[in-house]
């Protein structure tokens, strides 16, 4: 259905998405501390659709907290949608800068993650900012500016890549939006921004082969997924996915040369994010992975064994640029047999291709989750060890209502600690937060509950 398709195309495929680390190098995290920098993302609507910001009280006191454990920084993402809103060329900072400012004082560095697609509702939020009211009327002018299904259906949540240079979106291209955009994030944050990061992925475009199947077929039940006798297996198959795949990469490199050229002069380190999509791992066709646009496949009667990772790290190893990937947390035996997931293969046939061009690799939890079994596998992965280089940093998913609870709060305590020990770092946790007085108490709300506000002071 076209929501399942919308879930689908929000959780691998998101459209073009920029991150920069921010924060003046007197508070960036010492040189004698060797260990992985961790970081926690912010909730998605850390800044309203009106451009205002949560709670300043709740996100000082959070942000404290953080730094007193050890945490090197936050992650939020700075939405398209709220920032050039209302008009083309017209952007409001105010929020953003508010944020930083915050985040500064408290010692913290701020990776803002540019977010060049809407946001609704998901696994676990139910947040709601579209793309500007401007960009959806030029889509409905055009619709080709969207991505479209075998069925007609055309979605409404990011430009399709292959508009990238299509002057349709308010006399500009997209690829010139977003140039425009990163040009007004740089003069606004001025100084302060200091490492930058590129995501970017796609969704099936236009028709695509006729025997692919919809969007609640299993793989087996197609004709062009099937493990035994699909045609992804076929000259057919492997000169589309060919296509399909290179695609992604050259829009990909198209990206990270506007970046290159809008934040170039500040020496800025570039990094790209590829979607963890690690259900069919363990099948011959790899469908879903197919599916957003990664050719990584096993052997076939046809073909031979494609690494679809390969060309996004020479893409990477071209710019100089870092590959920041997910599944850190988790284990191939924690997801249903018949799904045949396979996030730990995934996880070490990304970072072995990575090995082999030279590229460094930064890591996310896909799940938030407080149990020691994934602080335990993310710890692991943290350090390397079996052929594989530590990671660069790792990102907590997310800043939430249960963050705070006391078992869960000292669980990250615990973890973060660990992963100073074992990645090269000293822990050094000059203070632990104590509990918070009952004027100060913080509820944590997300908007998807009834209450607006998901940091609340009582």
């Not at 399909?244 to 990094?271: I, P």
């Not at 870092?322 to 396979?342: I, Q, S, W, Y």
């Amino acid at each position: 259905t076209a929501s399942e398709e919308s879930s689908t195309a929000r959780e691998n495929t998101e459209s073009a998405r920029q991150q920069f680390d921010i924060g003046s190098p007197t508070i960036s995290t010492s040189n004698t501390d060797a260990s992985v920098p961790i970081f926690v993302m912010m909730p998605l609507d850390t800044v309203q659709i009106d451009g205002t910001l949560k709670n300043e009280k709740a996100l000082t006191f959070a942000f404290k907290a953080l730094k007193a454990i050890g945490v090197t920084g936050v992650m939020v993402d700075v939405w398209w949608g709220i920032v050039e809103r209302d008009e083309p060329q017209t952007y409001d900072w105010r929020a953003y800068k508010q944020l930083l400012s915050i985040v500064k004082n408290c010692g913290l560095r701020m990776q803002a993650v540019m977010s060049f697609h809407a946001c609704g509702p998901n696994v676990g939020d139910g947040v709601d900012v579209p793309l500007p009211i401007w960009v959806r009327e030029a889509m409905k002018r055009d619709p080709d500016l969207c991505y479209g299904d075998q069925w007609g259906y055309r979605n409404p949540e990011c430009l399709s890549l292959w508009a990238d240079n299509v002057p349709n979106v308010s006399g500009r291209s997209p690829l010139q939006c977003y140039e425009d955009f990163m040009e007004s994030f740089k003069e606004a944050m001025g100084p302060d921004i200091g490492v930058a990061s590129r995501e970017g992925h796609i969704l099936w475009g236009g028709a695509g082969p006729h025997d692919s199947g919809g969007y609640n077929d299993l793989p087996l039940e197609t004709g062009f997924f099937a493990s035994e006798g699909g045609s992804w297996d076929s000259e057919y198959g492997h000169f589309f996915l060919e296509w399909y795949s290179r695609c992604l990469v050259e829009h990909g490199d198209r990206m990270l040369a506007v970046s290159q050229q809008v934040f170039g002069d500040l020496g800025v380190q570039t990094s790209i994010k590829c979607a963890g999509v690690h259900w069919w791992y363990n099948s011959r066709s790899h469908a879903a992975e197919l599916t957003a646009g990664y050719y990584n496949t096993r052997a076939g009667n046809y073909q031979p064994t494609r690494n679809g990772y390969d060309a996004i790290c020479k893409l990477c190893a071209k710019y100089n640029a870092h590959l920041n990937f997910t599944c850190v947390e988790m284990r191939d035996c924690e997801h249903p047999t018949e799904a045949k997931c396979g996030p730990e293969g995934l996880l070490r046939q990304v970072r072995l291709t990575a090995e082999k061009h030279n590229v460094k690799i930064a890591g996310e939890n896909a799940l938030c989750r407080f149990d020691r079994e994934a602080y335990d596998k993310i710890v692991e992965h943290a350090r390397g060890g079996d052929g594989l280089s530590s990671l660069e940093a790792f990102t907590f998913l997310r800043l939430m209502p249960e963050f705070f609870d006391e078992a869960n709060f000292n669980s990250f305590v615990a973890f973060v600690k660990r992963m100073k020990e074992h990645t090269g770092g000293v822990a050094n946790v000059t203070e632990k937060p104590e509990g918070l007085s009952e004027g100060d108490k913080l509820d944590l709300f997300f908007s998807c509950v009834e209450n607006s506000h998901w940091f609340k002071a009582s």
